[in-house]
């Protein structure tokens, strides 16, 4: 995790008094366990949820005051995008902060499909967190675009 993106996730939390997270699609949690990204935000250590990783793929059965969700929905078919962000949404009752890559990844599946497989410009995954705004959530989008950052509180 970029500390960038860890400040950013601070600010929330600070913002929004939290004192629980979710990280939906964490990987191993290794930004928490080696790299020690949470002290950044007063140390809340987010519970991990990753369908990928065996010992952190059962989904939550609570919601939380912020989700974390970096560097996941571009991995997520088109047709599933909705779902998902619904979930997220479902999850959160304070904030939402997602860090999403528009641009197409430098790396392939063995069938030579892109590993991003929705490459869409920021102002498309917009419409799509329009759906699930609502007054108690703020959204915090951040977007990786051609190398620039788009952030959009």
Known sequence: MELELADHIAQLVRDTGARSLLD??????????ARRAHERWGGILPVCYDPGVIHLWNKPSTTFDGVLCLDVLEHIKSDDVDEVIAELAGYARRFLYVNICCRPSGRTFPDGEN???????????????????????????DYEYHRNHDLQP
């Open 115 to 141: 590993i991003h497989l929705t490459v869409e410009p920021p102002d498309w995954w917009r419409r799509k967190f329009r759906k699930v705004e609502r007054d108690d959530l703020t959204i915090w989008q």
């Open 24 to 33: 939906y699609g964490s990987g191993k949690g290794y930004q928490y366990l």
